[in-house]
């Protein structure tokens, strides 16, 4: 699976978009970007994945670029409780539908301050 | 609620024991994946079971080993404890389907080997 680089930590103002960037350059043709977060210890939580077309639901928006090597995550008003560390996932398709493991970096400390 | 069930949610034990953490996975869910977070060591893959076989291997110690029955629930024993095996272990379910199906997690269960 390709490696992601997330910056560390990120602040963002209650109510303004949270943009959080990933890079992902050595992402093959059959690999998904996923994002997960995880709010402090709880089971990390599934928002978003897309393979090269912008994506949106009702969490977030993944925008991946032309080339795919990054994408950036979109929370459009951030609240307090949307304060977790993100992660950046690059995941294979693999054939007969059996899914492929996750493996998690480091990710990305977001704070949203009031 | 992301219908993965993990038993116990708190364990303390002492070391040299043996422990049996459980799973129930999502109605219908055929893959289980179990991963381990400690503080120092982030989220990390240990092993995938997909219809009752092993699908995937990732950093679980040999004192470490997990099955999945045919009623789809799994467990994951830990023997041997060492108190560096203190940390959170989660299970994590995704259904047979099209590819690049989403993985859910539970809520984890704290073990504290003392």
């Known amino acids: 699976d390709a490696k992601t680089t997330q910056p560390p930590s990120m602040d963002c103002a209650e109510g303004r978009a949270a943009n959080l960037p990933c890079n992902h350059s050595?992402?093959?043709?059959?690999?998904?970007v996923y994002w997960y977060r995880q709010i402090h210890s709880q089971g990390p939580q599934y928002i978003i994945h897309?393979?090269?077309n912008n994506e949106t639901n009702e969490m977030a928006s993944l925008i991946i670029t032309e080339d795919r090597k990054s994408s950036t995550l979109i929370l459009p008003h951030a609240t307090l409780r949307d304060t977790a560390v993100y992660y950046c996932?690059?995941?294979?398709?693999?054939?007969?539908?059996?899914?492929?493991?996750?493996?998690f970096g480091q990710g990305t400390e977001l704070s949203v301050k009031p | 609620d992301s219908g993965v069930t993990q038993t116990p949610k708190h364990l303390i034990t002492a070391t040299g024991q043996r422990v049996t953490l459980r799973c129930s996975p999502r109605?219908?869910?055929?893959?289980v994946y179990w991963y381990q977070q400690s503080l120092d060591q982030g989220l990390q893959f240990l092993i995938q079971?997909?219809?009752?076989?092993?699908?995937a291997k990732g950093n679980i110690l040999e004192r470490f080993s997990a099955q999945q029955f045919p009623d789809l629930h799994s467990e994951l024993n830990l023997s041997s404890l060492e108190l560096g095996d203190s940390a959170l272990y989660f299970c994590?379910?995704?259904?047979?389907?099209?590819?690049?199906?989403?993985?859910?997690f539970g809520e984890g269960s704290w073990l504290t080997v003392v």
């Open positions: 994590a379910s995704s259904p047979q389907g099209a590819t690049g199906n989403t993985i859910y």
């Open positions: 050595t992402i093959s043709g059959n690999e998904y």
């Open positions: 897309g393979l090269k």
């Open positions: 996932i690059v995941r294979s398709r693999e054939i007969y539908n059996q899914g492929g493991k996750l493996i």
């Open positions: 109605s219908g869910d055929l893959s």
């Open positions: 079971y997909y219809n009752g076989e092993e699908r």
